[in-house]
């Protein structure tokens, strides 16, 4: 968990810094906790507890470790978005070459394109059950 947090948190100093060099605003919009990775690492704990990830046997802890993973890589994704969003608002705004709006569209377009190559992923690596159709529509809506 201590491992996913500082993940998080050196994808979200990547993006701060990304960011504050196109000159796009206020990085993190309102909250204060966007950019710990604290989230993620929470979830992944919270996930583990509840799985009993401990306790099973190796096949099926591969598997409930992909699950886990599957859901805190949605998490840093929403994450990243709620760090972008209020750059690119402000970004036409506060800068008008082009070259400043490339990083920031690409991150965005990483942010739309990566649930979508995830869940193909997905469905083909793991059967579809009932409760992996509710974990996959996390990222359909």
Request: with cysteine.
């Amino acid at each position: 968990c201590a491992t996913i947090t500082y993940i998080s948190k050196s994808v979200m100093r990547i993006l701060s810094g990304l960011f504050r060099v196109c000159g796009g605003g206020a990085v993190g919009g309102n909250s204060p906790w966007a950019q710990t990775g604290v989230s993620e690492g929470m979830v992944a704990f919270v996930l583990s507890i509840q799985t009993g990830l401990v306790d099973l046997e190796m096949p099926s802890r591969v598997g409930a470790i992909f699950i886990i993973l599957f859901i805190v890589a949605g998490t840093l994704i929403q994450s990243s978005f709620e760090v972008t969003k209020p750059v690119l608002l402000a970004l036409p705004a506060t800068n008008r070459k082009l070259r400043n709006h490339v990083p920031v569209l690409s991150v965005i377009l990483i942010i739309i394109a990566l649930p979508a190559y995830m869940l193909a992923e997905t469905f083909s690596e793991v059967s579809s059950n009932m409760w992996m159709l509710v974990v996959i529509s996390n990222y359909v809506v």
